[in-house]
T-cell receptor
Framework: DSGVTQTPKHLITATGQRVTLRCSPRSGDLSVYWYQQSLDQGLQFLIQYYNGEERAKGNILERFSAQQFPDLHSELNLSSLELGDSALYFC????????????FGPGTRLTVT | ELKVEQNPLFLSMQEGKNYTIYCNYS?????LYWYRQDPGKSLESLFV?????AVKQEGRLMASLDTKARLSTLHITAAVHDLSATYFC???????????FGEGTQLTVNP
């Protein structure tokens, strides 16, 4: 158990809908990262927040957005969902924002039908 | 753009045998990570390699880093079935913190 929690574990929704994925980092960690894992794209970095502020952006679609709240939990919002958004979404956390080990949560499996 | 390549992508080996997984990356980085993933599960951190020449060992796994060659290896000694999983290497660019992952090596250890 890495200490990173994610909810929900599974999510099934229809195309065009909007969902919110939630992540709580390890106690004391200030940085949160979101990754997407799919069969065709592999593991891809989406976005990073550090102490409430966006730090880095990767291959995140405009339909997706994220934020980190004052209590350091983070939410990833996915809207206008398409079949291709079906994937495993991981949240990771680290103590600082750079050059340290990232600990991954259990993931949220999103299925878009 | 940073690219990370692993080979082989699929590895089937017998218990008791040795093998090496290779991870090449395209731009300068001093930090390389190895993760293990069981089917449908999260990524478990195995090794963090932070400098040229770093070598770390845990049980039957040993990882090394050559930053000049931009190469890391994960060596498996006397494989056992419990090592069956997918192994990912990931590189942390020196200018940032995002991890760029390789494609993963799916390892199957047969009795």
């Amino acid at each position: 158990d890495s200490g990173v929690t994610q909810t929900p574990k599974h999510l099934i929704t229809a195309t065009g809908q909007r969902v919110t994925l939630r992540c709580s980092p390890r106690s004391g960690d200030l940085s949160v990262y979101w990754y997407q894992q799919s069969l065709d794209q592999g593991l891809q970095f989406l976005i990073q927040y550090y102490n409430g502020e966006e730090r880095a952006k990767g291959n995140i679609l405009e339909r997706f957005s994220a934020q980190q709240f004052p209590d350091l939990h983070s939410e990833l919002n996915l809207s206008s969902l398409e079949l291709g958004d079906s994937a495993l979404y991981f949240c990771a956390s680290s103590s600082t924002g750079q050059g340290v080990e990232q600990y991954f949560g259990p993931g949220t499996r999103l299925t878009v039908t | 753009e940073l690219k990370v390549e692993q080979n082989p992508l699929f590895l089937s080996m017998q218990e008791g045998k040795n093998y090496t997984i290779y991870c090449n990356y395209s731009t300068t980085s001093d930090r390389l990570y190895w993760y293990r993933q069981d089917p449908g599960k999260s990524l478990e951190s195995l090794f963090v390699l932070l400098s040229n020449g770093a070598v770390k060992q845990e049980g039957r796994l040993m990882a090394s880093l050559d930053t000049k060659a931009r190469l890391s290896t994960l060596h498996i000694t006397a494989a056992v079935h419990d090592l069956s999983a997918t192994y990912f290497c990931a590189v942390d660019r020196t200018s940032g913190s995002r991890l760029t992952f390789g494609e993963g090596t799916q390892l199957t250890v047969n009795p």
